[in-house]
């Protein structure tokens, strides 16, 4: 079985300052791993996912997250937080391949606060 | 393309009541999900299909049943309303693992 656990389920940071959300998962096969974000009543929008090769990935709005097998980590990382930042983030885990395409098991969440 | 699209986008049922939550892709995807999302539960998934005519359970499938008679359509039956299943319904379509949402259902059931 997989899991996800995102430590923290609240992060506050200032305009400017690093954002730092972190994911650690837990799976028995080669994982596929996803960031998504959630503005305020809306659905989940991807930001970024590693499925196999490069482990640093680089998605949309700056954002970035490294793939650490070792760890069993997915941090995402944006190195200058702006307002627009504020949401709710999720990581979620997938197997590779197959059936496992219609699955996926999510983590908590974090609530990203950024204050001027 | 219109992507994922779910209707409604807020019901209020009352307890014993049945519903169908609709949920339509144009994108031609094999898979579907129907997920639920509740406050520091991130998503759950309840049910999921790998192609037409082919579905499983997820996490948490009790009190719902779910049909795939085309690639474009997967539709979220509930039997009969609890308030347990207050919730916020996100499907889901992919062909390459990667998940792309709609912009969910809202049910409050009373």
């Known amino acids: 079985a997989q899991s996800v656990t995102q430590l923290g389920s609240h992060v506050s940071v200032s305009e400017g300052a690093l954002v730092l959300l972190r994911c650690n998962y837990s799976s028995s096969v080669p994982p596929y791993l996803f960031w998504y974000v959630q503005y305020p009543n809306q659905g989940l929008q991807l930001l970024l996912k590693y499925t196999t090769g490069a482990t640093l990935v680089k998605g949309i709005n700056g954002f970035e997250a490294e793939f650490k097998k070792s760890e069993t980590s997915f941090h995402l990382t944006k190195p200058s937080a702006h307002m627009s930042d504020a949401a709710e983030y999720f990581c979620a885990v997938s197997n590779a391949g197959g059936t496992s395409y219609g699955k996926l098991t999510f983590g908590q969440g974090t609530i990203l606060t950024v204050h001027p | 393309n219109a992507g994922v699209t779910q209707t409604p986008k807020f019901q209020v049922l009352k307890t014993g009541q049945s519903m169908t939550l609709q949920c339509a892709q144009d994108m031609n995807h094999e898979y579907m999900s129907w997920y639920r999302q509740d406050p520091g539960m991130g998503l759950r998934l309840i049910h999921y299909?790998?192609?037409?005519?082919?579905?499983d359970q997820g996490e948490v499938p009790n009190g719902y049943n779910v049909s795939r008679s085309t690639t474009e359509d997967f539709p979220l039956r509930l039997l009969s309303a609890a308030p347990s299943q207050t919730s916020v319904y996100f499907c889901?379509?992919?062909?390459?693992?990667?998940?792309?949402f709609g912009p969910g259902t809202r049910l409050l059931v009373l």
């Open positions: 299909s790998v192609g037409a005519g082919i579905t």
């Open positions: 889901a379509s992919s062909w390459d693992g990667t998940q792309y």
